[in-house]
């Protein structure tokens, strides 16, 4: 191959391969999708809206949201939320974002737990 026929085969393998490897995210380098596609995805129904999640999940908590982030990863949108909660502990949390499922960790601290006075 000439230098010019090679330079235009890479160019093309580069025009073709390129947009397949933003879907090729493994664990460890998760998609963090922007805010348009968020919105669509929820009005699609394929994820739950961040409002909606936070609103289930931490309904029993007295918690503050200070950080959050919607990621593809393995096939399933999750969001990563960071919150404080009343004592003062900051807390990683990984969320199903298709169901509001807590992934990780496997439960909420004990005072989110909800009183018996509002389970009744």
Not at 74 to 98: N, P
Request: net charge negative; with cysteine.
């Amino acid at each position: 191959m000439t230098r010019l026929n090679l330079k235009r085969y890479f160019s093309l393998l580069t025009c073709v391969l390129l947009p397949f490897s933003v879907f090729a995210h493994d664990q460890a380098h998760p998609l963090e999708p922007d805010h348009e596609l968020a919105k669509s995805l929820v009005a699609s129904g394929v994820i739950r809206s961040l409002d909606q999640t936070l609103a289930e999940l931490l309904r029993h908590c007295d918690a503050e949201l200070l950080d959050a982030h919607l990621y593809h990863s393995d096939g399933h949108w999750r969001y990563d939320l960071y919150t404080k909660f009343r004592q003062g502990i900051v807390q990683s949390l990984i969320v199903d974002a298709s169901d509001g499922r807590l992934i990780s960790p496997d439960k909420l601290p004990g005072d989110c737990l909800p009183d018996e006075a509002t389970a009744r």
